[in-house]
């Protein structure tokens, strides 16, 4: 395989190459044809495509790893993530055809939280921008309308998702031309509501409809992972099991996102982390001395002839709330106390009860009225 060469500048061109991008550069000479190398003339360019997506994809930064003692240090993501371009670095056949790859296969991940709760190299208005215009010079460079990439994930607390902010994110990778194919928002531990205070697990509806009809038709998958402690599983598991039977997501093209009604797609994580952040430790949700063990429940979000070509089933009144574009009666989830299911069990069974004392009353008299009779 003959090297990549950078050829040298001419006086009457220097002064326009110096003014473009090196992408631009780089592509404007055609690429030697590579007609030694088996890369080139055995493989297939479909095949080629995924050797170069395995060797640019995204992993985590060993050598500068976070603090553990931190909000958002968890599994896959102890470290910044970065990516080794040098395979771009051996001919320009290659950088012709896996150029862009560094950005497309990589997992775009934002928190959408405060700044204590993110990392320190993130800022979430520079890094969202940084992600459009690195989106706007592939479409310019292809002439295409939406850049497809692999992977989108937002950490956000609630106030932010409540809030209309996911929405907002979803609104402007449309109005970009930019194409996740899968989607991910991840609700940890300490985003929820009050979790300082152990507060019951609540999760609110009314930011879908600010979603809706705004997920890029890109998304084959829209995933929600909901994490707490695991003395919380309880709380979780009906979370994610109301969320099956009411949520749904439309994307700008008109498809609908379904759960599997079922329940039986929901996956489950576990992890444990340090008890303690900013200086603080939670001893009071500690499973032993310094570490915190952890419960997710993940429920994905897929178009209809999907979850049922897996087993699964949608739920027929989120499809005709989707026909009917009429919307579902409460998207609002909430944990229901035991408790306060048993006493209302105990006042369900207290009226059949009566009922059925009433009903044998009604059976008396009408044998009484039939003995009068004889």
């Known amino acids: 395989m003959r090297p990549f060469t950078k050829p040298a500048a ?25 007609l030694e190398s088996p890369l080139f003339t055995v493989f297939p360019a479909e095949i080629r495509s995924e050797i170069f997506t395995l060797a640019l994809s995204d992993f985590p930064d060993t050598e500068s790893q976070y603090v553990a003692d931190t909000l958002y240090t968890r599994p896959s993501y102890f470290a910044p993530r970065k990516s080794d371009v040098r395979l771009l670095r051996t001919c320009r ?11 497309t296969v990589r997992e775009q991940t934002h928190w959408l939280t405060s700044d204590d709760r993110a990392p320190p190299e993130h800022h ?7 992600m459009l215009k690195a989106a706007g010079v592939i479409k310019q460079a292809q002439g295409i309308e939406v850049v497809e990439i692999q992977s989108l994930r937002l950490f956000a607390q609630m106030w932010a998702v409540e809030g209309g ?10 109005r970009h031309g930019v194409g996740p194919k899968r989607v991910t928002l991840t609700i940890r531990h300490t985003d929820w509501w009050w979790w300082e205070s152990n507060h019951p697990l609540t999760f609110k509806g009314d930011w879908l409809v600010a979603c809706r009809e705004n997920i890029p038709s890109s998304v084959r998958e829209f995933h929600i992972e909901l994490e707490s402690l695991e003395r919380k599983k309880d709380q979780v598991d009906s979370i994610a099991q109301q969320m099956a039977e009411k949520w749904y997501f439309v994307r700008k093209d008109g498809v609908a996102l379904f759960p599997d009604f079922s329940g039986k797609s929901v996956k489950i994580d576990r992890w444990s982390g340090s008890s303690t952040w900013q200086n603080h430790t939670w001893a009071r949700d500690e499973s032993a001395p310094g570490r915190i063990d952890y419960y997710i429940a993940t429920v994905v979000f897929r178009p209809q002839w999907v979850v049922e070509r897996n087993g699964g089933t949608v739920n027929p009144e989120s499809v005709e709330a989707v026909n009917t574009r009429r919307g579902t009666t409460s998207m609002d989830l909430a944990w229901t106390p035991p408790s306060v299911l048993d006493h209302e069990d105990d006042e369900d069974a207290e009226e059949r009860e009566n009922d059925d004392d009433e009903d044998n009353d009604d059976e008396e008299d009408e044998e009484e009225e039939d003995e009068e009779d004889l």
């Open 93 to 103: 056949a290659i950088y012709a055809e896996a150029w862009h790859l560094p950005f």
């Open 10 to 34: 001419t006086s009457s061109s220097s002064s326009s190459s110096s003014s473009s991008p090196l992408h631009v550069q780089l592509l404007k000479i055609a690429p030697n044809q590579q």
């Open 124 to 130: 979430s208005w520079v890094a969202k921008y940084s």
């Open 165 to 174: 902010r996911v929405g907002g994110f979803m609104r402007d990778l449309v």
